[in-house]
Structures are given as structure tokens and as C-alpha cells.
């Protein structure tokens, strides 16, 4: 159904609708900007990257055909180039232990009225689940990238193995291989910190 | 790990099977060795449920709220793109003097103002009017100034002219001076015997002793070209250096 809808907003975008543009960036931009945080683990740099995914969109949709496959597979595809393409540009300055970035998220989260107003659980519960979050994404940040990028994009963005082998460019096999070896990096990173927490 | 079968499954068959295990699409015939495999084993068990746990607590994690700002900048930094995309193709599509006339409106466009214009045609009228009644037709002059040959033989033709002005000019300046050292020849020759008259003098006031101590005054006399007299005088005061 929202393949469908995105399909129809793609050709009314490619007869030069404004508004169907519009459409399409507020209907994928969250979770754009989510696959690419998840990746860089930097909120600056997810938002520079999700404005370059679709500035790249917007200049290449003319190449993109309905019958071709799933329009989410196709963004997420040219998502995933420019996360190797800032990787691999990345790599001599890159810190996979961001304190600040953690900091930043924390604080850009929730405002003071919502906090005040929030509903939901006290105070300690919040602190723990966002120690869990940052520890988790911590230790994802620290999984080797093809293995990382294989299991975001399972366990986070729901692609089944067939999507997943079509972003990525591999076979199945490998794409089923990767998220498995990725999600015992991930465990043994996991447990690690957790002995280390209980050792403190 | 080991490699010795636990209900049928080996270790490295076990881990291989963890994905589509954790992801419910283990084909069914194999769920039950895997299962018993995963209890009975010392090493596979605690690392299913180590797996097991990290897969939760990531798929546990929080979609994050992107930047409010987000959609705009890419909303903006798109429409900019198309403008200037629109304005490349439009401008490809154009001959190059169009392209030049567009590049120049900007230049040119408050000079184009109303009132400016109204300026600019008062004064190309005045001197339009000027020029008639001096007798200089427009014709002449475009046609002085679109044949490239007429133009160079101008220029060429004032080049030469000042050139003979100038010399002719040195060559009477040299004649002037030339005449003028003849004439200054001419009377140097002809004063030598008053001249030295004049110094015979001065050697014999100069012997005479000077008792009085008293200022004397000395007159010296020198012929001008035009033949007057200029008389020199000035007092000398004894003991003192001239």
C-alpha cells in the first residue's frame, strides 16, 4: 500500500509536482536519518547525510522505474552507497567511542515541558533505558561496517534477506551469513560491556 | 565448541542456523535439533541466548526524531538545485547574443530608468544639433571609422605630421643656439685688451700699503652683450678674506 502510494508520488514528482516531492521527503526522512545515525553514530553527520540522500534522490529519480522494485529498496540503496562513500572518507578521523554525540542525543531527545509531562516511566527506568540505548549503539558503532550495515538493516529497518541482498549487492547466502556473524559480534561486544559495568 | 554431534547438530551447524532461527524462518524439520542442540549444549546455549538478548536490545532501540530543521534544508537546498538546473537548460537553449543581453540587463538596467533615458536623448539631440551646424557629417565619420584601412592611414597620417612638427621645431632651437655661441665667441674675442688693462691695475692698487685701515672701494667694470656697462661695486675691508 505505501509502495503504491510512494510509486504514484514518484511519477506525479517526475511530471514536476513540488508538492509530491514534498511528499516523498517528509514521508522517508525519518527513516533515512535513522539508518544513517545508526551507521555513523553521529547525529551531525546522519543529518548532513540524509540531506545528500535526497539532494541525490531529487537529481537522479529520472533513472528510477517502478517496475524496477520497491521504491524504499532503491533509497535505501543509494543510502547505503553514500554511507560507504562517508565511511571509507571517514576513516582516518573516525572515533567509534562518541561521548558527545551520546550527550547530544540525550539532550536533544526530549525538551523540559515533555520531560515534566511525560507519562510514561520514572526517572530511573528512563535513565537505565538510555544507558541501554547508548551502550547498544556504542557497541553497534564498534561492529565491522559490512556486518554493522547487514544488521541495521534487518533488525532495525526490517528488510527481509531479499532486500537486503539488493541493497547490499550480494547473495542471499552472504547477506544471511553477515547478519549472523554480525549479531554475535554485537552479542560478544554486548556481554563485554556488561561485565565491565558489573566489575565498576 | 566441539565438533561432536548434540541430537543430530553440530556446533558450526547450530551457529550457521542462528539467524534464520532468530528470524523464524528455520525450515521446520530442522527446529527441533536445533532447539535440543541449544539446551543440551554447554558452548551454543549461553551464546544463543547472548545473541538472542543483543538482537532484542537493538530492535529495542528508539527511532530518533530527526532535526526539525531537516525537511526544510533538503525542501531548500532542492528548490535551489532545480533553479539553477532550470536556468542552465534555459540558457543553453539561447543564442549568444541573447545570452550576452541578459548578462548585461543587470549592468545595464538602471541606465535604462526613465529618466535617465529622457538624460541621454536631450544630449545625443544637442550634440547631434552641435555637430550639423559645425558642418560635420555622421556619414563621414562612420565611414572614417568602419573601413579598418582609412582608419590605420589616419592615424598613420597624424603620427607623421606631429613627428615633423617636433623636429622642425629642435632643428630652428638648434639653429637659435648655434648663432647665439657664435655671437658670445665673437665678443669674447673682441674684450681681451681691456681685460687685461683692468688686472694691471688692480696689481698696482693692490702693491700700495693701506695706512688708514680705512674701508676701500673698488669699482669693477663689465661689458653686457647688449654693449652697457654694469658697474660692480663693492667695499673691501683690509685683513678680510673675499
Known amino acids: ?200 | 565448541m566441539n565438533n561432536d554431534p548434540k541430537h543430530g547438530m553440530e556446533c558450526s551447524e547450530f551457529e550457521a542456523l542462528l539467524a534464520e532461527a532468530l528470524d523464524d524462518s528455520l525450515a521446520a524439520g530442522k527446529r527441533p535439533a536445533f532447539d535440543a542442540h541449544g539446551l543440551s549444549c554447554e558452548v551454543c546455549g549461553p551464546m544463543w541466548a547472548e545473541v538472542r538478548d543483543g538482537m532484542m536490545m537493538v530492535q529495542g532501540l528508539a527511532e530518533l526524531e530527526p532535526p526539525k530543521n531537516l525537511v526544510h534544508n533538503i525542501l531548500a537546498a532542492t528548490s535551489r538545485k532545480e533553479a539553477s538546473a532550470e536556468a542552465v537548460a534555459e540558457e543553453a537553449k539561447l543564442g549568444w547574443l541573447e545570452r550576452l543581453q541578459r548578462r548585461m540587463r543587470p549592468a545595464l538596467g538602471g541606465l535604462m530608468h526613465s529618466r535617465f533615458a529622457m538624460s541621454f536623448a536631450m544630449a545625443f539631440f544637442s550634440l547631434s544639433i552641435t555637430l550639423t551646424l559645425a558642418g560635420v557629417r555622421v556619414t563621414d565619420v562612420a565611414n572614417m571609422v568602419s573601413h579598418p584601412t582609412t582608419l590605420r592611414k589616419n592615424v598613420v597620417m597624424g603620427y607623421t605630421h606631429v613627428e615633423a612638427r617636433v623636429t622642425s621645431y629642435y632643428e630652428n632651437l638648434r639653429l637659435v643656439y648655434q648663432v647665439q655661441a657664435r655671437v658670445r665667441e665673437l665678443k669674447k674675442s673682441a674684450t681681451p685688451a681691456a681685460g687685461s688693462g683692468g688686472n694691471e691695475k688692480q696689481q698696482n692698487r693692490k702693491s700700495v700699503p693701506n695706512d688708514g685701515g680705512r674701508p676701500q672701494q673698488y669699482e669693477n667694470y663689465s661689458r653686457e652683450r647688449d654693449g652697457s656697462v654694469i658697474v660692480q661695486t663693492y667695499m673691501r675691508h683690509q685683513g678680510a678674506q673675499i
Not at chain 1, 117 to 138: C, F, H, I, W, Y
Not at chain 1, 167 to 180: A, W
Request: hydrophobic share 35%; proline share 2%.
Open chain 1, 1 to 200: 500500500m505505501e509502495e503504491q502510494q510512494t510509486g504514484a508520488l514518484v511519477r506525479r514528482c517526475l511530471a514536476g509536482d513540488a508538492t509530491a516531492w514534498e511528499e516523498i521527503v517528509r514521508l522517508h526522512n525519518r527513516r533515512i536519518y535513522n539508518l544513517c545515525y545508526r551507521f555513523t553514530n553521529s547525529p551531525d553527520d546522519a543529518q548532513d547525510l540524509t540531506q545528500d540522500v535526497f539532494i541525490r534522490v531529487y537529481k537522479t529519480m529520472g533513472s528510477y522505474h517502478v517496475e524496477k522494485g520497491a521504491f524504499t529498496t532503491w533509497l535505501t540503496t543509494l543510502t547505503r552507497n553514500l554511507l560507504v562513500d562517508h565511511f571509507r572518507r571517514s576513516k582516518q578521523d573516525r572515533v567509534t567511542d562518541s561521548i558527545d554525540a551520546g550527550l547530544r542525543e540525550e539532550d536533544d531527545s526530549l525538551s523540559l515541558g515533555d520531560r515534566l509531562e511525560d507519562p510514561g516511566p520514572n526517572a530511573d527506568d528512563r535513565l537505565a533505558s538510555k544507558e541501554t540505548q547508548k551502550m547498544v549503539q556504542a557497541a553497534l558503532a564498534r561492529v565491522s561496517p559490512d556486518l554493522r550495515e547487514a544488521v541495521i538493516l534487518r533488525d532495525l529497518q526490517d528488510m527481509d534477506y531479499k532486500e537486503i541482498a539488493v541493497v547490499l549487492r550480494v547473495p542471499e547466502g552472504t547477506v544471511k551469513s553477515r547478519i549472523n556473524r554480525g549479531r554475535m559480534e554485537l552479542a560478544r561486544l554486548l556481554s563485554r560491556n556488561k561485565r565491565q559495568a558489573g566489575n565498576e
